[in-house]
């Protein structure tokens, strides 16, 4: 077999042994009550994790009705936003946050540039016009992340390997950092791992 053919079969190889190293990990969400929570936001953290982390593309959270939607967005390090303005109401978008301070000064339609999201953490967006207006952008570093739905969420294809497992919810106290956890990911199948979050507002 010639070097070329060697090569290639050696790139299959890694190929299907990195599909082989990946399982699914299924998360259950509950508050204190035993209730399921929605819109938890839960992500996998680890030196690996962090290298292999891209921006998203097309991201936005709109103004709708007179609020943010989604409520809740979940964003990688590095994602430009866009902000339309889907109502017949101008919008003034700002955030005070320390992972990203900005001001999206009264508009209407989508203003030109979007905003770049380049450190991790919690953004609490507001409308200076419309105060009952509230909304949430987690920044991550990390490809591995997801939003729950009725208490569930599933991470598919996660590398094996040893993760940091934060949970984050909109009724935590502002300024509150995820939960924290470890979790070990097999080199296949999947694992389960459960999230009792405290202290929530309604």
């Excluded at 990203?100 to 991790?120: C, H, I, R």
């Excluded at 987690?138 to 294809?157: E, F, I, K, M, W």
């Excluded at 106290?173 to 202290?199: E, F, H």
Aim: charge should be neutral; aromatic fraction near 6%; include cysteine.
């Amino acid at each position: 077999m010639n070097s070329i053919w060697v090569g290639i079969a050696a790139g299959v190889a890694a190929s299907v042994c990195t599909v082989c190293s990946a399982a699914s990990v299924q998360l259950e969400l509950r508050d204190e009550a035993g209730k399921p929570l929605s819109d938890a936001v839960v992500f996998l953290e680890s030196p690996e994790a962090a290298k292999a982390v891209k921006p998203l593309q097309g991201a936005e959270m709109a103004q709708q009705g007179k609020e943010f939607v989604p409520r809740v967005l979940v964003v990688t390090k590095g994602t430009e936003l866009a902000f339309p303005n889907r109502d017949k109401v101008r919008h003034h978008v700002y955030s005070f946050s320390p992972a990203k301070k900005f001001e999206l000064k009264l508009y209407a339609g989508t203003p030109a540039n979007p905003v770049l999201f380049d450190q991790p953490g919690v953004v609490l967006l507001g409308c200076n016009i419309h105060d009952s207006m509230v909304g949430w952008v987690l920044v991550v570093n990390t490809p591995y992340h997801g939003l729950s739905q009725a208490g569930r969420l599933t991470l598919d294809n996660v590398p094996a390997g040893n993760y940091r497992l934060r949970s984050w919810h909109p009724g935590l106290p502002v300024g509150a950092a995820a939960l924290d956890q470890a979790l070990v990911v097999p080199a296949s199948g999947s694992v389960t791992a459960s999230v009792r979050m405290t202290g929530l507002t309604p």
